[in-house]
């Protein structure tokens, strides 16, 4: 009945920006964070990023941070991933997630998940 849909991703080149989005539909989300994962082509779900909606308080993975940006628009539902500076390693396929805590995001513990959307950084 709750669903996350990621939309904005697509091709971009390396040093450029992308901005993803994730939208929450159906039933009221009480869980209290969110946050973003990536799978590159030949490698496991990685964690990217997390954003608790209560005080916007955000974690990020070492590898991107001071690159991406994490938020949370509560009137519209939605969170966002901010991409700058992107690399060919960045390169994955991104899903949303929800989740009890940005801690346990952070160690790959979600109750939803979105579908996924393609990223890809040409060089």
């Known amino acids: 009945q709750v669903q996350l849909v990621e939309s904005g991703g697509g091709l971009v080149q390396a040093g450029g920006s992308l901005r993803l989005s994730c939208a929450v539909s159906g039933r009221f989300l009480i869980t209290a964070a969110m946050g973003w994962f990536r799978r590159a082509p030949g490698k496991e779900r990685d964690f990217v990023a997390a954003?608790?909606?209560?005080?916007?308080?955000?974690m990020y993975e070492d590898s991107v941070k001071g690159r991406f940006t994490i938020s949370a628009d509560n009137a519209k539902n939605t969170i966002y991933l901010q991409m700058t500076s992107l690399k060919p390693e960045d390169a994955a396929v991104y899903y949303c997630a929800a989740g009890h805590s940005p801690d346990l995001l952070r160690s790959g513990r979600a109750t939803i998940w979105g579908q996924g959307i393609a990223v890809t950084v040409s060089a």
């Open positions: 954003v608790r909606w209560s005080d916007s308080n955000t």
